[in-house]
C-alpha cells in the first residue's frame, strides 16, 4: 500500500514477526521474575525429547502445505503461477480460520493426557465437526461468488483465480482439518502416531505432483487427495487413543 514493493512486503513481514515476539515477551515479564525460583534445577532434558519430534511434525506439516506453490512455480508460466498463489492465498485464509480452535484444544488435550481422561477426544471431534461445517460454507460462499473474496483482496482482473478459488477452497479443507488431530496428538506427546504416516506422505505427495501436473485443476486434485488421505489416517489413529 505504501508503495514499496516486495521489499516493504517483506519488510512489514518481518516487523510483524519482531512486534509479535516483543509483545509475547512483555506479556510473560512476570515469569522471567519469578522470586523463589530455583532456575538452576530446571531440567531442560524433557524439553528438548519433545522439542525434536515436534519439529519433524512441524517440517512435515509445512511440506504439505506449500511443496505445491514450488511445482506450480517450476512447471507453469508466471501469469498462471501468480493467479494460483493469490486463489491459494484466499483459501489459506479460509482454512486458517480454524487455527485459534486447535490452539485452544492444545492446553485441554495435555491437561487430559497427564490426568488419563478422554474429554479433550470429545472436545476434539467437536472441533472437527464445526471446522467441518464452517469449511462447508466457505467453500459454498466461493462456489457461488468467486468473484468477490478474489475482487476485494486481490483487485480486478484476475479471472484465472477466481476459477480456480472454488476447487481450491474445496481442496484445501481436508488440510484445514488435519491441523485438529495434529494439534492434538502433539498436545499428548503421541509421536508414534504421526512421524510415520506423515513421512509416506512428505515423501508421496511430492512425486504426486511431479506424476501429475498437466494442468492447475489436477494439480489441486493432488492437493485433496494429499488432504484426504492425511486426514484419514490421523482419524483412524484417533479411533486408537485411549483404547
Not at 514499496?4 to 509483545?23: I, K, M
Request: proline letters at 5%; glycine letters at 6%; aromatic letters at 12%.
Amino acid at each position: 500500500a505504501l508503495g514499496f514493493g516486495a521489499v516493504g512486503a517483506v519488510s512489514g513481514q518481518l516487523l510483524a514477526v519482531v512486534a509479535g515476539t516483543t509483545l509475547s515477551l512483555w506479556a510473560l515479564r512476570r515469569f522471567w521474575h519469578h522470586r523463589g525460583a530455583d532456575h538452576a534445577a530446571f531440567d531442560t532434558a524433557p524439553v528438548y525429547k519433545y522439542f525434536w519430534p515436534a519439529l519433524v511434525v512441524s517440517f512435515s506439516v509445512s511440506t504439505i502445505s506449500y511443496v505445491d506453490m514450488i511445482y506450480v512455480r517450476h512447471y507453469f508460466a508466471t501469469e498462471f503461477s501468480g493467479q494460483y498463489g493469490k486463489a491459494k492465498m484466499i483459501a489459506q485464509a479460509f482454512a486458517f480460520l480454524v487455527m485459534p480452535l486447535a490452539e485452544v484444544l492444545f492446553p485441554k488435550a495435555a491437561g487430559d493426557a497427564a490426568r488419563g481422561s478422554s474429554d479433550s477426544r470429545r472436545a476434539l471431534w467437536h472441533a472437527m465437526a464445526v471446522t467441518a461445517a464452517l469449511g462447508v460454507i466457505g467453500a459454498v460462499v466461493c462456489t457461488l461468488w468467486p468473484w468477490l473474496p478474489v475482487r476485494i483482496l486481490a483487485g480486478a482482473g484476475n479471472t484465472t483465480a477466481e476459477a480456480l478459488l472454488a476447487p481450491f477452497v474445496w481442496a484445501m479443507l481436508p488440510q484445514a482439518l488435519v491441523a485438529l488431530p495434529v494439534q492434538f496428538l502433539l498436545a499428548r506427546a503421541d509421536f508414534k502416531r504421526l512421524l510415520v504416516p506423515l513421512a509416506l506422505l512428505v515423501a508421496a505427495y511430492p512425486t504426486a505432483l511431479w506424476l501429475w501436473h498437466d494442468s492447475l485443476l489436477q494439480v489441486l486434485a493432488v492437493v485433496g487427495c494429499a488432504g484426504a488421505t492425511a486426514l484419514a489416517i490421523l482419524i483412524w489413529s484417533l479411533w486408537h487413543v485411549e483404547r
